[in-house]
C-alpha cells in the first residue's frame, strides 16, 4: 500500500530553534501534501495544503512565517517551524494524496520545545 | 460550532461486548465519510468509508443518516486491540477536499 514516511518521529529541542520536518511519499507521487497539528485530546487541525511546486496555502490563523511550507517535488514535502516556543510543541502530521485518491498519512513527528 | 463533533468518551466496553457511538457534521452538501482509528501518540489510519445505504467490515457497521446528519460506528464483539480513540472525518466540499476530523472518541475495551 502507499506509504508516507515522515521524519524525525521525536525532536526535542530549546526554545528559539528552527526545526525542520520532512514528509515523503515513498511509492506515489504526491500532487497535494497536508499538514495538520493535533495537541493532546483535541482533533488534528490542518495547517495548511500545498500542491507540487507551489505555494502553500495557510489556514486562518496559521502563520506562514512561523510555518515555512516547501513542496518542492511530488515525493517530498517540508514543514519548518523557525525560532520553535514551548507553545509550538504539537504532533505535527503530513498526508499525502496522488489526485483526488485517499490521503496517506506519515506517523507524525512530536516536537517538544524546552 | 464545530465541523465535525463526537462525544470524546471513554466508553469503557468489556471484552467481548457490543460499543456504538455517533459523530455528527454542519455541512449538510459532505459527501465522504470516514471512520479513522487512533492509538495514543501515533497517526490516524484508515478503518474504513461511510457508505450511504451503510456498510460493514467485520466486527465494524458504520451506518449514515443525511437527514439528521451523523455518522455512527459499531463494533461488535470486542477485542482488547479496538482500544483507541476513533476519529470521523468529513471530506470538505471545498476545491482541496479537506479532511474535517471530529476530536475522537476513546473506546477502552477492557478483560
Known amino acids: 500500500g502507499a506509504v508516507v514516511s515522515q521524519h524525525p518521529s521525536w525532536v526535542i529541542c530549546k526554545s528559539g530553534t528552527s526545526v525542520k520536518i520532512e514528509c515523503r511519499s515513498l511509492?506515489?507521487?504526491?500532487?497535494?501534501m497536508f499538514w495538520y497539528r493535533q495537541f493532546p485530546k483535541q482533533s488534528l487541525m490542518l495547517m495548511a495544503t500545498?500542491?507540487?511546486?507551489?505555494?502553500?496555502?495557510?489556514e486562518q490563523g496559521v502563520e506562514k512565517d512561523k510555518f515555512l511550507i516547501n513542496h518542492a517535488s511530488l515525493t517530498l514535502s517540508t514543514l519548518t517551524v523557525t525560532s520553535a516556543h514551548p507553545e509550538d510543541s504539537s504532533f505535527y502530521i503530513c498526508?499525502?494524496?496522488?489526485?483526488?485518491?485517499?490521503?496517506?498519512f506519515g506517523d507524525g513527528t512530536r516536537l517538544s520545545i524546552l | 460550532r464545530k465541523e465535525v463533533e463526537q462525544d470524546p468518551g471513554p466508553f469503557n466496553v468489556p471484552e467481548g461486548a457490543t460499543v456504538a457511538f455517533n459523530c455528527t457534521y454542519s455541512?449538510?452538501?459532505?459527501?465522504?465519510f470516514f471512520w479513522y482509528r487512533q492509538d495514543c501518540r501515533k497517526e490516524p489510519k484508515l478503518l474504513m468509508s461511510?457508505?450511504?445505504s451503510g456498510n460493514e467490515d467485520g466486527r465494524f457497521t458504520a451506518q449514515l443518516n443525511r437527514a439528521s446528519q451523523y455518522i455512527s460506528l459499531l463494533i461488535r464483539d470486542s477485542k482488547l486491540s479496538d482500544s483507541a480513540t476513533y476519529l470521523c472525518?468529513?471530506?470538505?466540499?471545498?476545491?482541496?477536499?479537506?479532511?474535517?476530523f471530529g476530536a475522537g472518541t476513546q473506546v477502552v475495551v477492557t478483560p
Open positions: 498526508s499525502a494524496r496522488m489526485g483526488d485518491g485517499p490521503q496517506h
Open positions: 511509492d506515489f507521487q504526491a500532487t497535494t
Open positions: 500545498s500542491n507540487e511546486g507551489s505555494k502553500a496555502t495557510y
Open positions: 455541512n449538510s452538501a459532505s459527501q465522504s
Open positions: 461511510v457508505y450511504s
Open positions: 472525518v468529513v471530506k470538505g466540499t471545498d476545491s482541496w477536499g479537506k479532511l474535517q
